[in-house]
């Protein structure tokens, strides 16, 4: 079962670029310091240059047990890729295969950090990603990927 809460803003102005929307695993909404599929709570912000704002909450309530193995009965990943639509980046500390899998079809990117760490310090870490030289995967989905031009690498008067 799981619960979500949104933020309503209605005089809210939207930023100047497209945000990027990004969802951070958490158990406590302050630290991204869950693995995804025990995760009880998943927080998504929208991150642009120059800002971020908070956009909902998800609130599971049946977390896994992290014993390595897949319910079979009860699917519950299933319900959190669902609720994570439109994310492009799942930041967690874990992510399974199967579930990284499942992400990856649906369009996201998981990143896995190695310790815990606050949820402020990982948006300012996407801003500094945006703000700088994304790493490619970041540009093909901001849609700036360019193949690189290596006509410079060659002299036009040397034949084959």
């Not at 958490?26 to 693995?35: G, R, T, V, W």
């Not at 927080?43 to 977390?63: I, Q």
Request: charged letters at 25%.
């Amino acid at each position: 079962m799981s619960r979500t809460l949104r933020l309503v803003e209605a005089d809210a102005a939207p930023p100047a670029e497209k945000p990027l929307r990004v969802a951070i695993v958490s158990n406590d909404l302050e630290h991204l310091d869950a693995h995804f599929g025990s995760a009880r709570k998943i927080v998504v912000y929208d991150v642009w240059k120059t800002g971020a704002r908070f956009v909902e909450v998800h609130d599971f309530s049946l977390p896994t047990d992290q014993k390595g193995r897949h319910d079979e009965i009860e699917d519950r990943i299933g319900p959190k890729i669902a609720a994570l639509e439109g994310c492009v980046l799942v930041f967690a500390l874990a992510v399974g295969g199967p579930s990284a899998a499942r992400m990856v079809r649906a369009g996201m990117h998981p990143i896995k950090r190695k310790q815990p760490e606050p949820v402020a310090d990982v948006i300012a870490q996407v801003q500094v990603m945006l703000n700088g030289s994304p790493p490619p995967f970041l540009r093909k989905i901001l849609g700036t990927f360019e193949k690189p031009d290596f006509s410079a690498d060659f002299d036009p008067e040397e034949g084959p």
